[in-house]
């Protein structure tokens, strides 16, 4: 079995301040882990993701995610978030033909 | 050019009738998926197709059917449509699995909303 918790409903962060959403996984086996972003009434697009390697992926529009493999977890982060950041992301975690998602986490940037 | 088509983009439609998502895939990949969007955005995996065979079926109602014709087409059909079934439906599609993990994102369709009443 394989899921994807994502504990914050919720972040809201200043323009300009850092930004982390939380992501934790249950796998059997080496996961296959993607980051995703949903903005308004549209479809999913891919962020980054991480297969095996380096610990720390970069990403589109200045996202990167840090693995974790004790902890189980692979946080988004963003050095310095932008008002146009905000959006519901979700995270996911692949297993052969299985993707599955976390219940995503809306993110507000206020100005 | 669009990478993940899915039409119509909305449905609206009585309960009791039946309703076909078509969506098709340019991108070469050999799985495609579909998912359901509820109102609180949780995305649940309906089924996954690769090569044209069904791999997954989340225990989804029978009155949902897929079809895959080819490998870049997997419609889905919705017969005896409930209340419950108002939601977006997204298509995806992805290469196949691979040891390497290249290429295994997902490609997502912009999405079709349904709405019975």
């Known amino acids: 079995a394989q899921s994807v918790a994502q504990p914050e409903d919720q972040v809201n962060v200043a323009e300009g301040n850092p930004l982390t959403v939380k992501c934790t996984y249950s796998?059997?086996?080496?996961?296959?882990l993607f980051w995703y972003v949903q903005y308004p009434n549209r479809g999913l697009q891919f962020l980054l993701k991480?297969?095996?390697?380096?610990?720390l992926v970069k990403g589109s529009y200045g996202f990167e995610a840090e693995f974790n493999k004790s902890q189980t977890s692979f946080h988004l982060k963003k050095p310095s978030a932008l008002v146009s950041d905000s959006a519901l992301y979700f995270c996911?975690?692949?297993?052969?033909?299985?993707?599955?998602f976390g219940a995503g986490t809306t993110v507000t940037v206020r100005a | 050019d669009t990478a993940v088509s899915q039409t119509p983009k909305y449905l609206v439609t009585q309960m009791g009738n039946d309703k076909s998502i078509k969506c098709e895939q340019n991108?070469?990949?050999?799985?495609m998926y579909w998912y359901k969007q509820d109102s609180k955005k949780f995305l649940k995996i309906m089924f996954s197709?690769?090569?044209?065979?069904?791999?997954i079926n989340e225990t989804v109602p029978n009155r949902f059917s897929p079809k895959s014709p080819d490998k870049a087409h997997l419609n889905l059909h919705i017969n005896s449509l409930e209340l419950g079934d108002s939601a977006v439906y997204f298509c995806?599609?992805?290469?196949?699995?691979?040891?390497?993990?290249?290429?295994?994102?997902?490609?997502f369709g912009q999405g079709t909303r349904l709405t019975v009443v």
């Open positions: 991108l070469g990949h050999d799985t």
């Open positions: 991480y297969i095996t390697g380096d610990n």
């Open positions: 996911a975690v692949r297993v052969l033909y299985k993707l599955s």
């Open positions: 796998v059997s086996g080496n996961p296959y």
């Open positions: 995806a599609s992805s290469s196949n699995f691979s040891p390497t993990g290249r290429n295994t994102e997902a490609f």
């Open positions: 197709y690769n090569n044209k065979e069904l791999i």
